[in-house]
């Protein structure tokens, strides 16, 4: 009975000292969620996707400030929509850097709400040089054709990405008379070069013949032109991911998979489509689905969770799947 009580006594000192710690890891989760809710409002300007806010990031830690990020890993940018609270939040950071030429579609509003409420709202792709759908590498098919205006897709190219950080560095500049942020945006641009270079480098084991695209939707236009590729079909047409393709043009794809004799069709983290998989069974066994970094960085651990590392894991993929 004794040794009963003895046990009793030890059980209760351990749920005790249970109750005690979990009250103290509540503490530190509230402290820590405080902490989280002042750097939300520190943020020196809000990025919508995480690719713009991997680079904002780069530029505000450089110079002794903060910056958030809308999305998070594997974020499709034309359908992601924000809450209520992010969009407070974009509005309280007074400064917001979207990719813009109809890019987040889900998010046309709140931008509008934020900017209304007094937030800069600055969209990217118009300031650095954007090309048309049109105008991409497509190759003879003419398949997009039909597709007018511009294609916000740029930072496929890394180059772009480079302006666009200049770009960011001085737009921070002049919303906090902290030149640091210029100078920063600098920094982070000849970075950004250096990772383009790297690209080119991996991309150069790919011989010409085999410079071609299959990808899930209209989105590699910047990136063939500045890397010399040919897109020579896409799964979802159009230039988002929402939309459905006909058998029709289902058939017309694989055809054309078929005649190019390409051995991977390239799809997309942020927006999976089992339609990519079933026109890669359709055209033939030994045609592969790789999966690339387009719409958003990676997660944690996947080496393509900062923008850098998604140009450089997207590179490798596409080298070894076409090499
Ligand atoms: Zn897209």
Do not use: K, Q
Not at 109 to 120: H, I, P, V, Y
Not at 194 to 217: F, G, K, S, Y
Not at 249 to 256: D, F, K, N, Y
Not at 274 to 303: F, I, K, M, N
């Amino acid at each position: 009975m004794r040794r009963i009580i003895h046990s009793y006594r030890i059980v209760m000192r351990m749920i005790l000292i249970r109750t005690a710690a979990l009250a103290v890891v509540v503490t530190l989760a509230a402290s820590t969620l405080a902490a989280c809710a002042d750097a939300e409002t520190d943020a020196v300007a809000v990025a919508t996707t995480t690719p713009l806010g991997s680079v904002l990031s780069d530029i505000a830690t450089c110079a002794g400030g903060r910056s958030s990020t809308l999305m998070g890993p594997g974020d499709d940018p034309h359908t992601f929509s924000a809450s209520s609270a992010e969009v407070a939040g974009m509005a309280e950071a007074g400064l917001v850097f979207a990719n813009g030429l109809g890019l987040e579609e889900g998010l046309s509003s709140a931008l509008a709400g934020a900017a209304a409420d007094g937030a800069t709202v600055v969209e990217i792709a118009p300031l650095v040089d954007p090309i048309g759908f049109a105008e991409d590498p497509h190759g003879d098919e003419g398949e997009h054709a039909d597709e007018s205006g511009e294609d916000p897709h740029f930072w496929l190219d890394v180059a772009r990405m480079a302006r666009a950080a200049e770009v960011m560095g001085g737009v921070l500049a002049d919303e906090t008379g902290d030149d640091a942020y210029r100078a920063c945006g600098e920094t982070v641009r000849d970075a950004l070069l250096e990772t383009d270079a790297e690209v080119r480098e991996i991309l150069a084991a790919v011989p010409d013949a085999r410079r071609v695209l299959v990808t899930d939707h209209h989105s590699f236009g910047y990136f063939a032109l500045a890397y010399d590729f040919r897109v020579a079909g896409v799964v979802i047409p159009g230039g988002s991911t929402d939309a459905e393709p006909s058998s029709a043009e289902l058939a017309a794809l694989v055809e054309v998979i078929r005649e190019t004799g390409t051995p991977a069709i390239f799809s997309n983290t942020a927006a999976a489509s089992s339609l990519v998989d079933a026109v890669a069974a359709e055209a033939g066994t030994d045609v592969t689905v790789v999966p690339l970094y387009v719409g958003s960085v990676g997660p944690e651990g996947s080496g393509a969770e900062t923008y850098s590392g998604m140009m450089v894991t997207n590179a490798t993929l596409i080298a070894d799947a076409l090499g």
